[in-house]
């Protein structure tokens, strides 16, 4: 297909949802994409921080190709191997007690929130207990995840929402003392807010959200959808903190792309809330897709990759301090590991348009002014050096066209 036909079929056909950009991707190969006019890109947003493992990725295909030779889906009424060692292997990385696989993100945010209501219901709270989210956070897009979601812009179409959310602001403990109370029954937020602009919670927020919590016998829920699996230069971010929460979601670069998420609990939360009948799903960790993430947590654990990104995050930290220093229109650098993000005095659009049209360099923006940087996982030292040359030619083109105009 022609790209500008392709644009318009699916403009035909698809659900208007997206303003997409002008390009049809082909295929992919370790931190590259290729369109399918075989134009190469260097791609630091991994389909919105998933690729961990980049693409093309030998032993991930191999163990997904056996599979679906094999048996894909049966039902959970019925064991699977894969779930079970998939389940296992997650456990023992976020030392935590049970998982839940899910289809999504969202869908891992929900299990999460029907966790703590059904862990207040069983203490006998009622009806009217409370939910503290945060402000600018991001945890999905169906209607209990939306619900917590701290940004009018997507709530306010949608509303009325679930009831009893109350948002604090991420990172200041005396607004999320001021709106605790005996009727809390769970703390929910990002350990490092990813959509919101790329901040991560200060050591002493998220101790004294876990101490708040333990007084009140609430759950701390920490979604690491974006910022778990490696990312912050640990599995699972607040292992960096070692603020352990009662319930984790992790998705994204769960399945290498392969859709799967879940939720985990530990102590109370996994042995005291949900029981036989209060949740399910039908194709939730089916074979297929644990077998994909069975193999991505060898890999990750084959490739000490936690440790890579810590070593390459620090490269990646010292190159876009430079760059700060060289471009008067970065204001902010926040981040860690391959999280990372750099804000900008304007918009960041038209920066994210030049580079990848131009420059050929995915790049993806998170709140209006902010860059992140989310790449595989597995990029080295010239990757780096590559995108921030292609990033600082992007930047100057944009600052020659406004200087123009
Ligand atoms: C992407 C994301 C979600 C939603 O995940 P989906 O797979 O898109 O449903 C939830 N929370 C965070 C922190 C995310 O980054």
Redesign the pocket.
Known sequence: MEKQQCMERAGQSLYHIYNRFPVVFDRGEGVYLYDTDGVQYLDFGAG??VMGLGYGCKELNDAVKEQVDKLYHTSNLFYNEPAIRAAEKLKAAAQMDRVFFTN??????EGALKVAKRYACNKGMGTDYEIIAMKH??????LG?LSVTGNDHYQEPFAPLIPNIKFAEFNDLDSVKALFSEKTCAVIM?TI???GGIYPADQEFLKGVRALCDKQDALLIL?????GMGRSGHMFAWQKYGVKPDVM?V??ALGNGV?I?AFLASGKAAFSALAPGDHGTTYGGNPLVCAAAERVLDLFEDWKLADHVNEIGIYLWEQLERLKDRCDGITAHRGCGLIQGLEFSAPAGPVVKEALLEQHLVLISAGSNVIRFVPPLIIEREHVDEMVQKLEAAIRAVEKSAAEA
């Open positions: 919105i921080a999504s993100g969202t869908e891992a945010v956070s991001f945890h999905g897009r169906s995840a990002e807010q990813g959509e979604d690491e959808i974006q910022c979601t998705a994204k859709p998420g």
